[in-house]
C-alpha cells in the first residue's frame, strides 16, 4: 500500500509533455517495455521464484495509467472518436486497479493474476497506440459526445 501512496504523491507534479500523437507513441513504447518485463515476471514465478515487485515498476504502472487518462482527455478535446478515449479511461482505470491488486495482502495468487491482466492490458495497448496516432494526424472528427459514454466512467 505504501508504494501506491507513492505514485500518488508523484500525481501533484506536473507532466513534461502535453497529450498529443507523440505522447501516444512513447505511450505505446512504453507498453511495450512493461509487458516485456511483465512477462518475465510472470516466467520467474512459473519458474517457482519468489514474486518481488520493485518500486520502480509500481511507479511505472502509475504513470501508464495516468498517461492513459491523459490521452483519453486530448481524445476528448479533440471531438475525436469516443471508443478510442473509453479505451483510455479503461486502460487508466485497470492500471490502478492492478496496482492495488499487486499491493493486496491476499497472497501470489492474487498478484500473479494481476501480473497476467497487466501482461494482456499492455499489449492491448500497443494496439491502441498506434490507432492513437493515427487520429493525431487527422484534423477533426466528428463523434457524439453528449450521448456516448463509457462503462468504466467512474465520475
Known sequence: MKRLFACLAFAALPLSAQASGDLARQWGQEASRLSEQTSEMIFAVDRGQPLEISETYTLDVYRFGR??????????????PNDLSCLFRGMAAESEDQLMALESPEGQQTRTESLNRLASLFSDAELVAVAAQRRASIKQMKANQETSQCAVDRW
Do not use: F
Not at 67 to 80: E, F, K, P, Y
Open 67 to 80: 498517461t492513459s487518462a491523459d490521452l483519453a482527455r486530448w481524445i476528448d478535446s479533440a471531438n475525436g
